[in-house]
Structures are given as C-alpha cells and as structure tokens.
C-alpha cells in the first residue's frame, strides 16, 4: 500500500528566509508526486507535480521540488518566503492506472507558520 | 472557466440521517473524484467515478456511495450519518490520460450533531 509522510508538522520559518518542507513516500511503483496547499477554510490549491523527467519541477509561487527516488523524496522549496505563504502544505503520492489518475494518498500535512 | 464547484458549501445533519453533496467537475474533465478531510488530517480517498462507473475506491464502508451523470458531473451520499463523518467533503475533478492534473472545489464542510 502507497503512503506519504511529511515528518514535520508544524515548521516556523522567519519572512524572506528559505523554506524547505519534507516529503517522504512508500509506492511500489513509479509514483506520481503532488504538492498543494490549503488556506483555512479552503480547498486544495495545486503547487507543483511530478510525472517522470526532469526531477526538479517549478510549480506557481516560486515554489520548486526535486524528486529523489533513491530517497524516495519529494521536497518543496522556497527561496525566500512571504507571509502571504502561510499554510497548510500537503505531499500526495498516486499512480497512473489505464491511462487515468487513481485516488491520491495524502500525508498528514505541515502546518507553516511565517514570522515576521 | 469555471474550476471544480460543490454544493452546499456548509450543513448541519444529525445522527442517521442521510446527506447528499454534489460535485460539477471542471470544464473538459471526466473523471469525479471523492475526498474526506477530518480537522487537522489530509483528505482521504474514497473513491473515483470515470464513465459513470466508479472506477476505484478507498478504504470507507459501504454507507458512502457515489454518482456520476452523463454530464460527468456527481453526487457523494452517505446514509446512516455517525458523528464521525464530520468532516470537509473535497470533490476533484481530472481528465482521462496520463500525466493529468487534479483540480480540486473548494469543499462541503458537514457537521453531524
């Protein structure tokens, strides 16, 4: 069975310093990777993704992740945070099945908390 | 274009009554599925609809149990509600292929008093 776990959850991270959230997942096959974020209240905003390729993807918000598969890692950065970036983030690991995406398996969440 | 919309956005049900939430998928996509997010956890899957025939389903009793119209649009419903089905209802829309990207609405919270 696929999981997904993100060790950290809550990460205080100063204005304009980097910030990096850690993803490890369990897949017995080649994943596809996800990250998004929630804003209290809110749905699900999709960051970035991984298929196959170049495994370091750019995603929206000057967010980045490397896919490290002998690690079985998918990290998000950040060069430098807003406050505006204060969230929770989610890691999310599913497969490709018959040419169409399957249901998503979700980590517990970290919560980022941006001081000033 | 609009993205992933649900409906009703907040409701309140007591225990064993039954709920139905609904689901319009974004513009061009056909394949509905369902999430179910409790306070301070990540959504859990609980199944897909592709071609109005769920496709794939998670680890929920048979209680939840699902639609999906020609429209492609859908319906979760669950009977005999219990206290702990509380919880913000994500519906995510997707299109068919490889390397598709999932779209999420922006939820059905249900509070089962």
């Known amino acids: 069975a696929q999981s997904v776990t993100q060790p950290d959850i809550h990460i205080t991270v100063s204005e304009g310093a980097s910030l990096e959230l850690r993803c490890n997942y369990s897949?017995?096959?080649?994943?596809?990777l996800f990250w998004y974020v929630q804003s209290p209240g809110q749905g699900l905003q999709l960051l970035l993704k991984y298929f196959s390729g170049d495994t370091l993807v750019q995603g929206i918000k000057g967010f980045e992740a490397e896919f490290k598969r002998s690690q079985s890692s998918f990290n998000l950065r950040k060069p430098s945070v807003h406050w505006s970036d204060a969230a929770e983030y989610f890691c999310a690991v599913g497969a490709l099945v018959g040419g169409g995406a399957d249901g998503l398996t979700f980590g517990k969440g970290t919560h980022l908390i941006i001081q000033p | 274009d609009a993205g992933v919309t649900q409906s009703p956005t907040h409701l309140i049900k007591t225990r064993g009554q039954q709920v139905t939430l609904r689901c319009s998928p974004k513009?061009?996509?056909?394949?509905v599925s369902w999430y179910q997010q409790a306070l301070g956890q990540g959504p859990q899957f609980i199944f897909q609809?592709?071609?109005?025939?769920?496709?794939q389903r998670g680890n929920f009793p048979d209680r939840f149990s699902g639609h999906q119209f020609p429209n492609y649009s859908s319906e979760l419903n669950v009977n005999a509600l219990l206290l702990g089905d509380s919880a913000l209802y994500l519906c995510?829309?997707?299109?068919?292929?490889?390397?598709?990207?999932?779209?999420f609405g922006e939820g059905s919270w249900l509070t089962v008093v």
């Open positions: 609809y592709y071609e109005e025939e769920e496709r």
């Open positions: 897949y017995g096959a080649t994943p596809y």
């Open positions: 513009s061009g996509h056909d394949t």
């Open positions: 995510a829309s997707s299109w068919g292929t490889r390397e598709n990207t999932i779209y």
